[in-house]
Nanobody, 121 residues
Framework: QVQVIESGGGLVQAGGSLSLSCTTSGGGFRTYAMGWFRQAPGKEREFVAARSWHGGYTHYTDSVKGRFTISANSLQMNNLKPTDTAIYYC????????????????????WGQGTQVTVSS
């Protein structure tokens, strides 16, 4: 059974940085397109960033462009703002197309448990 595990959340002041890690296990040699989502209290889960399985394509929501960078196993977040406060979820999609980047939750097959990111003003 495939497991997705995030780590690296925490409390940071506005303008600071955090790096979230995401690892998959139990999938053997399968490759995955990856995505990050977040959910703030009282709000729906929203798309943050996605990466094609071979890494050639990435996609970001407008509010994080230029500040966040997705890689195969991490999400680097710079110049954090209080509005970035949320639980962050890593997701993996198997059998993805070569260039596919996916921005809706239903596209993904496996989810991590989430990690809290809190940005103070």
């Amino acid at each position: 059974q495939v497991q997705v595990i995030e780590s690296g959340g925490g409390l940071v002041q506005a303008g600071g940085s955090l790096s979230l890690s995401c690892t998959t296990s139990g999938g053997g040699f399968r490759t995955y397109a990856m995505g990050w989502f977040r959910q703030a209290p009282g709000k729906e889960r929203e798309f943050v960033a996605a990466r094609s399985w071979h890494g050639g394509y990435t996609h970001y929501t407008d509010s994080v462009k230029g500040r966040f960078t997705i890689s195969a196993n991490s999400l680097q977040m710079n110049n954090l703002k209080p509005t970035d406060t949320a639980i962050y979820y890593c997701a993996a999609k198997e059998s993805a197309s070569l260039d596919g980047v996916y921005s809706t939750p239903k596209d993904y097959d496996y989810w991590g448990q989430g990690t809290q990111v809190t940005v103070s003003s």
